[in-house]
């Protein structure tokens, strides 16, 4: 294991903050042969420490945040009282609480975005299997300005880099007994008059098999690809022809063409090997231990957040690679690894991988590994990958971060591991957040951990080699959701900012470039 103990990283006195300096060792074995050429040199030093939190109502009321450099407000979704509340952060250190967002038509809250004083709001129905809408609100007034109905569950929003556009990942998650599965969908509503186009996903149908081959998942009951995709997340290139939307579930990416308004592509992730070196993970909460270990185990990347960027004209998606399963009352893929049967002849030592102790606890898919069919299990699954990824635009990977998440986060909060060890035997910190902010010539990535509870800063300007500058967390917070900087130009303190906006606490914290 690599000792990131010995690399001198500073303590901040405040709450739990570290730094570090360049990571020589942190791809290759620390030689001068392995390290990247420079192209992009330091212009600004990133050093972010917590400047405040504040609580908005309790548990589930702080979700995704959008914030205003016009009026200094910041907008977060609150699903304890299906409202987005508003605040005025003029003043980071002590914000005020000026009302909130009421959308006309009934439900709840899930996303928010803003652009040229417009806030968007992607609405769930109050039955989620219905269309949600988008709602359009003066960021000034508050007043409505418009309404577009679009597909089920709309999940998350973003405006275009124009601000023309809104563009929405409708989920189209089924009901609890599986017996409705609206189709998932993107929509892109036009802002000056809310004419929405509603892509779906029907012209892959009879396409699942060839896709299916490259690691890409269509698995639901009776389902075909249109009505089992559920799109989760979105991000736009800074031209604003291209968006990427991450097909969590089904475990690839689609590439959308804003300008002919067509869904052009599907993008298989694959899988990633936990048995290679580098990959190691700790498979179990019940070993009495925190270690990681090579194990004989696939990952199902399942991206949920995503950020675009661009290095010298070429486009780049970093992934979150959370995971996820599908588990209902009418149809569920869970499974643990105790309870599989073993294909004997490519896993002699079957009962001593079933210990509780080794892979037994570790979460499983049923919808997976029976390559030949005689049902047992002849290669075994985990949701995600329990790392961050960059893929090009064309979606090949370019750099996964490994076991770097684990192994950073056991040598400088071990407390914190895997959610102190508790969740090693499902998706390990779950990485569930990304979000970039360009600081000088520098891309600086932000990678919010929801059971670590901690957010992860990374510069991203040389995608196949990353390196690692420091871990932020407070006291408090719990399920970072929404992480959203605030670059030093939008910033009411003339510095760049972090908005961390925790889902299960209900608080919101925000840091600062010091």
């Known amino acids: 294991m690599k000792n990131y103990l010995k690399l001198m990283f500073p303590v901040f006195l405040v709450l739990t903050c570290f730094s570090c300096d360049k990571i020589d060792d942190f791809l290759g074995d620390g030689s001068d042969d392995d390290q990247p050429t420079d192209d992009h040199p330091v212009e600004t030093f990133v050093d972010f420490n917590f400047a405040n939190t504040f609580d908005v109502d309790g548990e ?3 979700e995704i945040s959008a914030y205003d450099p016009a009026t200094h407000r910041l907008f977060v979704t609150n ?13 980071i250190h002590s914000p005020t609480r000026i009302g909130a967002v009421n959308c006309p038509n009934p439900g709840s809250p899930n996303s928010v975005a803003v652009k040229n004083g417009i806030l968007a709001v992607a609405l769930s129905a109050p039955n989620a299997q219905e269309n949600g809408f988008v709602e359009f609100f003066d960021t000034a007034t508050l007043d409505e300005i418009g309404s577009a109905q679009v597909g089920a569950l709309p999940d998350m929003v973003a405006f275009t880099p124009n601000g023309k556009y809104v563009l929405s990942a409708n989920e189209g998650e089924p009901n609890d007994d599986y017996s409705i599965d609206p189709p998932g969908s993107v929509s892109i509503v036009e802002v000056a008059t809310q004419q929405t186009t509603t892509l779906d996903f029907i012209a892959f149908n009879g396409q699942e098999t060839a896709l299916e081959a490259e690691g890409f998942r269509v698995f639901g009951p009776n389902a075909d690809l249109a009505t089992d995709v559920e799109p989760e997340f979105l991000t736009i290139s800074n031209d604003g022809k291209t968006a990427w939307v991450a097909l969590q579930e089904n475990n690839g990416l689609a590439v959308v063409n804003l300008k002919t308004l067509q869904i052009e592509s599907i993008l298989p992730l694959g899988f990633k090997d936990f048995s290679n070196p580098g990959n190691e993970i700790d ?9 990681l270990r090579s194990v004989p185990v696939f990952g199902i990347y399942q991206p949920d957040a995503l950020a675009y960027y661009s290095v010298d004209g070429i486009d780049y998606i970093v992934s979150a690679n959370e995971g996820d399963a599908r588990d209902y009352d009418g149809f569920s893929e869970e499974e643990r690894m105790a309870d599989l049967v073993f294909d004997e002849t490519v896993f002699p030592d079957a009962a001593i991988l079933q210990l509780d102790e080794n892979l037994g606890r ?3 898919t049923t919808t997976l590994g029976d390559i030949d069919g005689d049902g047992d299990f002849d290669e075994l699954y985990n949701y995600g990958a329990r790392s961050f990824s960059i893929w090009s635009g064309q979606g090949q990977l370019v750099y996964d971060s490994g076991n770097d998440i684990a192994e950073i986060t056991l040598d400088l909060t071990p407390e914190a591991f895997n959610g102190d060890d508790n969740r090693s035997d499902d998706k390990g910190a779950e990485p569930e957040a990304v979000s970039i902010l360009q600081i000088g010539a520098r891309q600086i990535l932000f990678v919010g951990l929801e059971r670590n ?16 500058i420091q871990i932020l967390a407070t006291p408090g917070d719990v399920g970072p959701e929404g992480v959203l900087p605030i670059s030093a130009e939008d910033s009411p303190t003339g510095k760049d900012l972090l908005v961390v906006s925790n889902e299960v606490s209900g608080t919101v914290t925000i840091y600062e470039n010091d």
């Open 453 to 468: 509870n901690q957010i992860l800063v990374y510069d991203i300007s040389n995608p196949s080699f990353p390196e690692f």
């Open 60 to 62: 589930d009321s702080a």
């Open 362 to 364: 570790l979460q499983s």
């Open 79 to 91: 699903g304890a009282l299906d409202e987005v509340t508003v605040f005025d952060i003029s003043d």
């Open 283 to 291: 498979p179990s909460n019940e070993d009495g231990k925190k270690e």
